[in-house]
């Protein structure tokens, strides 16, 4: 084999190398992030309720279960439910991270139009538990006048 060809190899072997690695941390908590998203679109409390950890807590000393009931609620009065996230400012600890954007959370009945839409600030505290990162805690507030 001509020395150019085995090089072409080498450098083949690496690359398919590097697309086989697993996901850094940091990946596997914006996929997280991007799950938990996907789960208040779905209307899924549960699911939302999974994403939380086992000590989470929130405003007011909101618990997972008060969490779970609030989306509960929320999904109830309003039948379309829409996310929509800024950029995420991403802080990595070892086995823990902040993550910090701004949300678009809308809610309606089915028409073109939402009947309800408000902009957030929120601040996400993560752990890892039981190797997937769980929402620790969050904190909000209006992002708009």
């Known amino acids: 084999m001509p020395a150019s060809s085995r090089l072409f190899a080498l450098v083949l072997l690496c690359l398919v190398a590097a ?5 850094g941390p940091e990946a596997r ?8 998203g996907a789960a208040i679109e779905a209307r899924d409390a549960g ?5 939380l950890a086992t000590d989470f807590i929130g405003p007011d000393a909101m618990d997972r279960e008060g969490a779970r009931r609030l989306a509960a609620l929320t999904f109830m009065r ?18 823990h991270a902040t993550v910090a954007f701004e949300a678009l959370l809308t ?8 009947q309800s839409a408000r902009a957030y600030r929120v601040k996400t505290g993560w752990t890892v538990e039981d190797g997937e ?6 904190d909000w ?3 708009g006048p």
């Open 78 to 95: 309003y039948r379309d439910v829409g996310v929509t996230l800024g950029p995420a400012r991403v802080e990595m600890g070892e086995g």
């Open 19 to 23: 697309g086989c690695t697993r996901e």
């Open 107 to 114: 809610g309606g009945s089915g028409a073109v139009l939402p």
């Open 47 to 51: 699911d939302i309720e999974d994403a």
């Open 133 to 138: 990162w769980k929402v620790q805690s969050v």
């Open 141 to 143: 507030d209006s992002a």
């Open 29 to 36: 908590l914006r996929a997280a992030v991007d799950a938990l």
